[in-house]
């Protein structure tokens, strides 16, 4: 437009001029340019009619998989002699090959595909919009257009591998699983004994204490192994974000959250989840594999959020967790939310708080100025006193520091303790 | 290629007014034609181009008024406006990321820049030697008619361009 008001500038003050001094040889100077403007808007483009077709190679991926954008954009509309196609990129997604933006000339019925390769970080991406803009070959002339092309794409949270879990909720399912449900009957960990009762297997039977009691047999019984229900709650508020040199705490947390749905899934347990933060955003329990999706879907769409009414655990529905069941709360964990953690444990739940480190993940960063260290030590004392109140309370915690693996934290702290090692009173844990 | 032909009409523009204003031995004009060409040549920042092309014309007009070869100012006109199209042009090219086609938009663009202002020059040279008199008041209603129409047409092509 800068250009097109530049040459009717220059044309009106040469005419102005030879009108002005009567020199027709100033007016006959503003002929090509004034040649040049309306051959230009002999050739200016015509209505836009483009139709645009997108395509991606997945829908969902993890995060680090690379999706290829297919664009084929046909032109039903008049011949454009110079079109600029660009694609707009969500925010979020990173272009690793190929390019969204092509400039090119269009005959009627003529396709151009753009092809090109994007990866993101976890969350739900939407294609939109597709910028058209036509002009004629000196660029005075042009039209703009925006055509919606809509895509979704899911950049699930990634999911590492886990070993076994071991929780102990106070009820559990009625189907066979690998959790302990405080139940004697066949099983594998011995749970007591019993009088024989006729149809009892011969091995089961307790020889020695048996022999005590001449006139009675006794039966060894076994814990049975159920399924039981886990809620998994994610915190989702906004304290409980930290960001650090471009790294989120919060990052860390969903990592958490799908790993442990991922695993406890795979155990046949029934999950649901819960994030906790701006607003609530709720999975009901479920099992298998179409579980697994939901929950991951609904990570991948979780941002921490900030709410008057969410500020605090208090407003945790419990009746979205079945009565005596395992909840694992995966959060960083603050003083006021003790109070709720012991208002949960009153009611049955089993809780297990999954609570990556803001001390030392922040601590990273500060560096080694005598205050700040200071500062750290104190914050540190802080954490290690209300990880300890959490555990006389009978709170299992798994104090995450997040540069550790996942995996490796919750065995070490969650793991079972070699017997041997036991027995020379080592291994214990506070 | 447009490149080249970018140099090769910003230099012809440079030495048409350079060399008008020799003829009409007003040295001192030729200063600011030779710096802004030094400026761009050495790769001046995007504003330059239209300053570039509202100079070299303002500069041909004045030159006009003085008296100097038409013929000279002329092609020193209409040298910078192909210098500033292609200029645009090839930034154009560079935004984009990919270009379908390259040596045939550049082929087409320049085919059609240089009828364009083939024909421009033509038309200048054409109305400079046709001798039509007219009196004062008819020039002045003409002058009037052409300004008028003028205007309009932008209006539209401003109305018409996004």
Redesign the interface.
Known sequence: ????L?L?V????????G?A?A???????S???????????F??PQNLDLQVIRTLSADRISQGIPVTVTVSVTNHGSHL??V?LEDIVPAGLEVMEG???????MSPGQS?LLEYTVCGVRGRHAFQDFKVRAGD????????AVLHASADLIVLPHVSWLRRVSIRPLQTHGYAGPVPARLGGSGVDFFGVRAYQSGDPMRWINWRLSARHPHAFFTNEFEQERIADVGLILDARLRSEVRVNGQSLFEHAVHATASLANVFLTDGNRVGLLVYGGFLDWIFPGYGKMQRERILQALARAEPGESMIFDKLDYIPTRFFPARSQIVLVSPLWEEDLPILIRLRARGYQLLVISQDPVSFEAKAIGSDPRASLATRIARLERTLLIRKAHQIGIQIVNWQVDQPFDQAVHATLGRIPLWFRAVGLGQRG | MTRRLWYVSLGCATCALVAGYAIGDLWIWTLPILGLAVLRLLGQPKWVTSLELLLFVGLAAIGLWQGLPFGLMLLGMIAALIAWDIESFHQRMEVAERVDYREALERKYLQRLLIIEGSGALLAVAAVSLTVTFSFGSALLLGLLAVIGLSRTIGFLRRESD
């Open positions: 437009m800068r250009r097109l530049l009717s220059l044309i009106y003050a040469l005419l102005i001029l009108l001094s020199n027709g040889l100033i007016i006959a100077s002929i090509p340019l004034v040649v040049h403007l309306t051959a230009t808007l050739f200016a002699e110079e600029m390019s969204p933006c092509v400039l090119s000339e151009i070959r000196s660029g005075l002339f042009h039209r703009q």
